[in-house]
């Protein structure tokens, strides 16, 4: 069964009965919602991006029979459309440049779509996700926010024992809940970030270990972002300050990029780790600072932001060599 029409297909039908039974609330579906991409990437990276567009147009035709015509067209746009370009962009290439300073080029060697760019394209994805979200509570800022209270009192605030401490009563928790109200197309935007890269990278590793990976694995450790993200991360910061909708959608790409940022940050001071004796104390001290002190990842987030600038990789690694170029 190598056809990737075959391979497709059945990649979409498993996406589409993983994406439904998440419908049902349950702590299981939760769980499920998490692999919910990886059937997709794993036909895309495995079998070509051909399969990935028909897993996504196989996984939305079945959703929409499960659940509803605007289901299967919310997890085209959400999940199979999105899979299939990243499966795409991974595996796009084009033969090898003359070398700089070299007069020949190696027969059949091909230049890969780097891997910052990918991540970056992936960035921006997760803040239109994010955004298209947004008119589903509402197409103006108080019916929008009306309508999050609305489900924040169902789920969450009337399930409160009426002993509660001062402080903790509905009125009193009034402005977190407005600053929840406010970062929830942030919020959204980097688990849909961070639950894409984890099932991409988790297809790809798979592919690779059983010989389907169409392109030779490539060096993570040394990606870089285009210029215009960090044009686009300054521009969705100062956009959350706009009023109503499209500061609340802007907050979506300022969530997106900034976890972007950060992992490029971690990336950077991996490799400036790797000479450090007991790296891995510093390691795990770095990581439990992250999960405990969001500064930290602040903090981390402005390395990766200044990489551009203070080239920290190259120092760290002193070997007299440029990295690889990010085909800018």
């Known amino acids: ?5 075959l391979i497709g297909i059945g990649a979409g039908l498993v ?9 049902t609330g349950s702590v299981l579906a939760m769980a499920l919602f998490y692999i919910t991409a990886l059937p997709g990437f794993l036909a895309g990276l495995g079998w070509g991006a051909q399969a990935g567009f028909i897993a996504a147009l196989t996984g939305a035709g079945l959703t929409s029979i499960l659940l509803a015509p605007l289901a299967g067209l919310g997890y085209f746009l959400t999940l199979g459309f999105p899979i299939a370009i990243l499966c795409y962009l991974t595996l796009l290439a084009r033969p090898a440049e003359e070398a700089e300073g070299a007069g020949n080029v190696t027969s059949g060697a091909m230049e890969w779509y780097p891997p910052g760019r990918i991540v970056a394209w992936t960035a921006l994805m997760a803040g239109c996700v994010a955004a298209l979200s947004v008119p589903l509570f509402g197409m103006d800022v108080e019916t929008y926010r009306a309508n999050l209270q609305e489900i924040l009192d169902k789920t969450f605030l009337n399930q409160l024992p009426e002993d509660m401490p001062k402080g903790l009563d509905k009125e009193k928790m009034a402005p977190v809940i407005e600053l929840l109200i406010r970062a929830l197309p942030a919020a959204s935007a980097i688990v849909w970030f961070g639950v894409m890269l984890l099932n991409m990278w988790s297809a790809a590793r798979i592919a690779d270990v059983s010989g389907r990976f169409i392109r030779p694995w490539p060096d993570l450790t040394m990606m870089n972002y285009p210029g215009g993200l960090a044009l686009g991360f300054i521009a969705s910061l100062l956009g959350t300050f706009a009023p109503g909708i ?9 969530g997106a990029f900034l976890v972007a940022y950060v992992l490029l940050g971690l990336v950077v001071l991996h490799v400036m780790a790797r000479k450090a004796p007991l790296s891995f104390i510093f390691l795990g001290l770095l990581y439990l600072g992250i999960f405990l002190f969001r500064w ?11 990489e551009p600038i203070f080239k920290l990789r190259e120092r760290a690694l002193s070997t007299g060599t440029t990295p690889p170029p990010d085909n800018d």
């Open 1 to 5: 069964m190598n056809s990737p029409v």
């Open 15 to 23: 996406s589409a009965v993983l994406f439904a039974s998440t419908m």
């Open 246 to 254: 499209p500061g609340i959608i802007a907050t979506g790409f300022a």
């Open 296 to 306: 930290v990842a602040l903090v981390v987030a402005i390395v990766g932001i200044g």
